[in-house]
């Protein structure tokens, strides 16, 4: 089993930054791929980013590219993700998860194992 707990959210006004943190206990995290999602009130839940097991590769939604940025330290088992320009839009509670399997997309969250319960970034404008 392997604990996952965001932090760092809050409150930002548009065009700031904020840094997410999911710090994980159970299993050391480097067996697994890692990835952030977020969900909007009245939307399904969408895939942010995620980052390979030795943090070699990284792959973000279009929607992000260019702003976030998905980091790990898997000494101290924990994952990162550095928020930049952020805009209203991206208002939502973000979800850090983890999936073990090298097979699938790791953009579909019914590949993750493990989620955390998630932290609230909210924009305004």
């Known amino acids: 089993q392997v604990q996952l707990v965001e932090s760092g959210g809050g409150l930002v006004q548009a065009g700031g930054s904020l840094r997410l943190s999911c710090a994980a206990s159970?299993?050391?995290?480097?067996?697994?791929?890692m990835g952030w999602f977020r969900q909007a009130p009245g939307k399904e839940r969408e895939f942010v980013a995620h980052i390979s097991r030795s943090g070699g590769n990284t792959y973000y939604a279009d929607s992000v590219k260019g702003r976030f940025t998905i980091s790990r330290d898997n000494a101290k088992n924990t994952v990162y993700l550095q928020m930049n320009s952020l805009k209203p839009e991206d208002t939502a509670g973000y979800y850090c998860?983890?999936?073990?399997?090298?097979?699938?997309?790791?953009?579909?969250?019914?590949?993750?194992?493990?989620w955390g319960q998630g932290t609230q970034v909210t924009v305004s404008s």
């Open positions: 998860a983890a999936r073990g399997s090298v097979f699938g997309d790791s953009r579909k969250e019914d590949t993750y194992d493990y």
């Open positions: 159970g299993r050391t995290i480097s067996s697994y791929t």
